[in-house]
């Protein structure tokens, strides 16, 4: 059996019995839990929880923080492409003006393929380096400091113009890429750590939502009438300061992720405080809990989960997803919770291959009809709402579920790399694409989705409502491996209680011997 399954926690006597009288005053301070009988739940395993199970300030914090990181990233997919034909004229008269001589065509296709490949570049680095970051800084202030890229980088591509130098806006295009790499891997987590189970789904889509709204304004500000024009185009990049700011002023004032403070910082009285804060109830023992029993979790590395034959298929499906997510074609053209993840994803990419096939036919003949040109910015329209409803933000909820907490920070690390590698390869081949097969080369996203969406229909299941234990029995077949009842146990979300833990201690202690848990 494979060596990199998550290993049973080892919590000590003192740590348990820590527990036990923590949770104990919680209780004789707040009141009994709620139970069937009065309205009110007895204990955290019967699945029942408080009505007032998240505050105000949950949806401050998750908007706050995806205006500030995804919206950013959206918006910097697509922002470059309406005023495309200005940055080329820009290159040329800087280029004629420093050397001398008119830049060739080629040269320039190359540089404007730089441009847009660059983000991508940058967002590997920032991937790469956000989970030492956010260990050593924590969640929220990981945020915080990644706000100077974004300031920073707006500000070099805002004055590149006025400087005449088209080296600060490939600059600019790097810094961009290193905060979005850094926030898209340190929100998710930050998020997921102050929200509770039964809404963390839909939170997570909030940073899909905010992509997809930034894609949006990027296009709606760069109209000729608003950005996209010959003069007003570097505002357009000045415009990503502003989200920034806004988030430089709400985090301060919201709690650090009380996963961090109890389990790095052994702030318990801070995580208490944090967990009241973000649920909006007093008694918060059941989440102190089940943070600490994740502190001896030993985690898996890239290597050791690629090895790892109960996942294999898993890891193929989210490299799959996660290139598809990109090479769909979004940066180059421009419900879950009651659907399901499975419809959405193939029905989304499944529109794409109809409209990038119509918009190929409408681009082809628009000169034979004067309605064919609507016809295709409203083909354009389609497949970002297409994208929208499906591959935008799922597969980051898939990686997500697919894997135990042992295994979540490689499996991100590897779903990250997939991502930014596909982004940075449409973006640099794409103009090449564009020059060698005119309007035919959108039939290439064609088929990028219809493969995606071929391999989604045979292989992902219906992970909605459904736990890793499940999920992974729904891949055993294909994985080729019998999960035993010990390593089943390992993939249960639910923790046990504290009294529970105590006892089986005891038992241990009286029997010699390390008894399965079976749930």
């Known amino acids: 059996m494979s060596a990199g399954l998550l290993r049973p926690a080892r919590c000590t006597w003192a740590r348990t019995g820590w527990l036990a009288s923590r949770a104990a005053g919680l209780r004789r301070r707040h009141g009994p839990k709620a139970s069937p009988e009065n309205g009110r739940c007895n204990a955290p395993s019967t699945g029942c929880r408080e009505e007032n199970d998240w505050s105000g300030r949950l949806i401050i914090a998750s908007l706050a923080g995806a205006f500030g990181s995804s919206f950013l990233y959206g918006y910097n997919l697509s922002v470059v492409n309406a005023p495309a034909v200005y940055i080329k004229r820009f290159y040329h008269e800087s280029w004629e003006r420093r050397y001398g001589h008119v830049i060739d065509g080629g040269t320039l296709t190359l540089l404007w393929s730089i441009t847009v490949s660059v983000f991508s570049i940058g967002g590997l680095v920032g991937a790469i380096i956000t989970i030492p970051v956010v260990k050593f800084l924590g969640r929220k202030h990981t945020l915080l400091i990644n706000n100077v890229f974004a300031i920073m980088a707006a500000l070099l591509m805002a004055l590149c113009q006025i400087a005449g130098s088209f080296e600060m806006l ?6 961009m890429g290193i905060h979005a790499g850094v926030s898209l891997s340190a929100l998710p987590i930050y998020l997921s750590e102050i929200s509770p189970k039964e809404i963390r789904g839909a939170l997570g889509q909030v940073t899909a939502i905010f992509i997809c709204i930034g894609v949006f304004i990027a296009q709606v500000l760069g109209l000729p009438e608003i950005f996209g024009n010959e003069f007003c185009w570097p505002y357009l990049f000045g415009v990503i300061a502003v989200p920034s700011l806004i988030q430089v002023g709400i985090l301060p004032f919201l709690p650090e992720s009380p996963h961090f403070l109890l389990l790095e910082k052994n702030d318990t009285s801070g995580a208490e405080k944090a967990f009241q804060t ?8 059941h989440e102190l809990e089940e943070s600490e029993a994740q502190r001896n979790v030993k985690l898996e590395s890239v290597f050791q989960l690629l090895r790892n034959r109960s996942v294999r298929w898993q890891i193929i499906t989210v490299i799959i997803t996660m290139a598809c997510y990109q090479l769909c074609g979004l940066n180059a053209g421009l419900a879950v919770e009651r659907l399901g993840r499975r419809p959405l994803l193939i029905g989304g990419f499944g529109l794409m291959v109809i409209f990038f096939t119509i918009l190929t036919v409408s681009l082809t003949l628009q000169n034979h009809a004067y309605w064919l040109p609507y016809l295709s910015i409203f083909c354009i329209l389609a497949i970002i709402a297409s994208f929208c409803i499906g591959p935008g933000g799922i597969p980051f909820v898939l990686t997500g579920e697919f894997f135990q907490q042992s295994q979540k920070p490689a499996a991100f690390m590897i779903a990250g790399t997939v991502n930014w590698l596909s982004n940075f390869s449409v973006g640099l081949l794409f103009p090449f694409i564009q020059a060698g097969l005119q309007t035919f ?5 064609a088929v990028v989705c219809l493969a995606g969406a071929t391999y989604l229909f045979f292989v992902l299941p219906e992970t909605k409502n459904k736990t890793v234990n499940e999920i992974s029995q729904a891949f055993t077949k294909r994985n080729k491996v019998i999960l035993e009842e010990r390593e089943m146990s390992q993939f249960s979300s ?17 029997n010699g011997e390390t008894k399965n848990r079976i749930f």
Request: with cysteine; proline share 0%; aromatic share 12%.
């Open 170 to 175: 490939l600059l600019g295009r790097i810094v």
């Open 494 to 510: 639910e923790m046990k209680s504290s009294e529970e833990q105590e006892h089986n201690f005891s038992s241990t202690l009286e």
């Open 278 to 285: 973000f649920l909006g109830k007093d008694d918060v023992s």
């Open 441 to 445: 080369c959108f039939l290439v996203f």
